[in-house]
């Protein structure tokens, strides 16, 4: 219950942990700024509309600026002046005039209202960065609020699915719902929602381990797209690193969010956040001052050598959040405990993690964050995700991170895309990528799982629309489809978008097939996106970030076609979780088993005869198959004994006509054929295959054919 009266008692309080800290008789309040002057804390009715009082700030360790509040109790709403110097050519950008929120806050009231007066400059001015704007934003920004942290957890406790075992969905937590049926509309587009039984149930049935959310730290919208009736979908614009998204939260208390996680826990599925710490919401130089910004400019982003009014930009987002500085760092090791200690996570997928390990400009593979990490012992525990480049120069880090961290391996994507478009030339990259990179993995000691497998992601086509138009219609965005990358390796099977033709129709459905079928089945771990089971299409959009609307959502109307898709991811996530030998813990070794003559991994020709070096140079290769051996997988049951799979042959045929492929004869039973990819639900018809006998596979199909595993 907030104090409506003015408060009396002010005690000295302590300089950690940072933020407001409530711990059952008053609240701390604490904030890091070196360069300031004078700090007042600010505070509000419940709603957060209107001020109450003003505290100075006197006390002051390490820079650290903080009191204690014995009569403020949870609910109490409250922001910051920071007093300093105005300084832009010094990196100083402090401004007494703008209410600051507090980068660890982790709960808000109301919302940001765009107006001139949240600019730290005169707008308009001929030096808008020199001039100092003197309007009160107060009445146009949310409010920081005292959270009770209590919440009762339970049994609860992580599912800890090993690596190799695991099956990501990469979802948008409000995208998801907001069309589903089964669902409760008021509850839709919210985390309770994904605590609901329809939506726990599906991603069971569809075998998912892992969802990976889209970013949930509390976001804002940009202005040139509030200015355009858009939103910021994608959330991909922080302004606070430790508070939930309250616009996905139907009770308007953090504890949702909680209630989700317990309940995704009771089912066996993970929870990993997709976070942004690379930049803040406040932009380049001319953006807005919200925070970092008006609470230590020079501290927490990166600036400009030669012009430290401007900033080093190297998430293409205005600002770099500068991980140099130890403050920094320490706030985003202490948001990222938070979220695993208190939230439960499981881990994280770090946006343009590049960013994160630069230091002097350059990506440091033992820099400070990266070391941090590793030593932290509540982070070196839960899954580490990097989207391993950045914008800026020397950026491109695929296969370079250091042990314990997984990859999103954008070569898989490409490789996969350029093959079932039927580009020549491609057979030896689609191979390393089907059996888990271990060109980019392997020489530094990682194992399969440190790919991150995907044909599709949030940015860029979806999954139906990848094998529907060759370029982007992205002109919902307001910006002339000018947006949005031009290298999508799409084919649209003849038809640019939505066709009548059903020979085009039926091939579109055959390439998803493919897609589909190849990311489950190869080594690394598989990450689906939201909707790609389901056909879920954004017209050609690849540069979705700003539609918060059906574009974006997922579409749960049924139609056989869609049914008969879901069915077949389903299929093959029990296929792959039935079979360790498209998990394997290891990479392939080409060696021959337990001293015999037959090797763990054959590349084989339409023939039946295992390729040669030579042949995997030909333009005009398209078609190969490869002989997977159960036998040789090195994986245990529960109580750590050895076991073995099945023998598997999968066939892949790119190329636009039918191919003959020959059994090998590898010493063994018939092949009984499971999957082919030809056929509208991709069953194949049960038949077995004799070493010798021939598989008619059709043109842009694979098949899949296992047999008892030859004994060792």
């Not at 985003?332 to 390990?357: K, P, Q």
């Not at 598989?526 to 959502?553: F, H, K």
Request: hydrophobic share 35%; charged share 25%; with cysteine.
């Amino acid at each position: 219950m907030i104090c409506r009266a003015p408060i009396t008692t002010v005690w000295p309080g302590r300089p950690y942990p940072r933020g407001a800290t409530w711990d059952g008789f008053g609240v701390n309040f604490a904030l890091f700024s070196e360069n300031a002057e004078r700090v007042e804390l600010c505070l509000f009715d419940e709603r957060g509309r209107k001020e109450l009082q003003r505290i100075t700030l006197r006390e002051r360790t390490d820079h650290v600026w903080h009191c204690y509040l014995p009569e403020a109790r949870p609910g109490q709403t409250y922001g910051y002046y920071v007093h300093g110097p105005y300084k832009p050519e010094e990196g100083h950008r402090f401004n007494p005039h703008k209410l600051l929120v507090d980068p660890y806050a982790k709960d808000f009231v109301g919302k940001l209202r765009w107006n001139d007066a949240l600019y730290g400059y005169t707008i308009g001015h001929r030096k808008a960065d020199l001039s100092l704007d003197r309007r009160e934003s107060a009445p146009y920004m949310p409010k920081c609020r005292v959270l009770e942290p209590a919440f009762s957890w339970g049994e609860d406790r992580r599912p800890d699915v090993p690596w190799h075992d695991m099956v990501i969905y990469e979802m948008h937590v409000r995208g998801f719902s907001m069309q589903c049926p089964d669902i409760p509309e008021a509850m839709r587009g919210t985390y309770a929602a994904l605590a609901c039984a329809p939506a726990v149930d599906y991603l069971k049935r569809l075998g998912v381990t892992t969802v990976e959310l889209m970013p949930v730290h509390a976001f804002i919208n940009d202005r040139y797209l509030h200015e355009k009736g858009l939103q910021n979908y994608w959330g991909y614009n922080t302004l606070a690193f430790f508070a939930p998204e309250m616009r996905y939260c139907c009770s308007g208390k953090v504890k949702e969010f909680k209630t989700m996680v317990r309940t995704l826990h009771a089912s066996g599925i993970e929870v990993i956040l997709d976070v942004v710490y690379n930049h803040s919401c406040e932009g380049n130089h001319l953006g807005p001052t919200l925070s970092l910004r008006g609470i230590d400019n020079a501290v927490y982003y990166m600036l400009d050598d030669g012009n430290r009014s401007r900033y080093a930009d190297f998430t293409g987002c205005g600002n770099t959040v500068n991980l140099e500085h130890p403050i920094a760092l320490q706030m985003v090791m202490d948001s990222l405990r938070y979220w695993v200690e208190e939230m439960h996570v499981d881990g994280f997928r770090f946006d343009l993690a590049s960013a994160l390990a630069r230091e002097r400009g350059r990506v440091e593979h033992m820099g400070g964050f990266l070391d941090v990490i590793r030593q932290d012992p509540t982070l070196n525990c839960v899954k580490l995700i990097a989207e391993p480049w950045d914008l800026g120069q020397g950026g491109y880090q695929v296969g370079n991170f250091p042990l314990g961290w997984a990859e999103w391996n954008d070569r898989y994507r490409d490789g996969m895309r350029a093959y079932w478009k039927g580009d020549g030339g491609i057979i030896g990259e689609f191979a390393r990528r089907l059996t888990g990179s271990s060109d980019l993995y392997g020489r530094s000691g990682k194992r399969p799982h440190a790919s991150i497998n995907f044909v599709t992601a949030h940015d860029g086509f979806t999954l139906h629309d990848l094998v529907s138009y060759n370029g982007k219609h992205n002109e919902a965005n307001g910006e002339d489809n000018r947006d949005g990358s031009d290298h999508n390796l799409s084919w649209n099977c003849g038809a640019e978008g939505p066709t009548d033709d059903p020979a085009i129709n039926a091939l579109r459905e055959q390439q998803k097939r493919n897609f589909l079928a190849t990311l489950l089945l190869s080594q690394g771990v598989p990450m689906l996106v939201s909707g790609d089971e389901y056909g879920r299409t954004q017209n050609g959009n690849n540069n979705a970030y700003c539609q918060d609307n059906p574009i974006s959502w997922l579409d749960w109307q049924k139609t056989p076609e869609r049914d008969a898709l879901l069915g077949f991811v389903r299929l093959l996530t029990v296929l792959r979780r039935a079979h360790p030998t498209f998990r394997r813990r290891d990479f392939f070794a080409g060696r021959a088993l337990h001293g015999g003559q037959l090797k763990d991994l054959l590349w084989l020709k339409p023939d039946g005869t295992e390729m040669s070096a030579d042949e995997w140079e030909h333009e005009h290769a398209r078609c190969l198959g490869v002989y997977l051996a159960g036998a040789s997988i090195d994986a245990v049951d529960k109580y750590g004994r050895p076991i073995d799979d099945d023998d598997f042959l999968l066939l892949f045929n790119a190329h636009h006509g039918d191919v003959e492929f020959m059994m090998p004869d590898l010493h063994g039973d018939a092949w009984l054929a499971l999957l082919d990819t030809s056929l509208s639900n991709g069953l194949a018809l049960p038949r077995q295959y004799q070493p010798g006998a021939v598989y008619a596979l059709c043109g842009r199909s694979l098949a899949v054919l296992r047999r008892a595993a030859v004994a060792s």
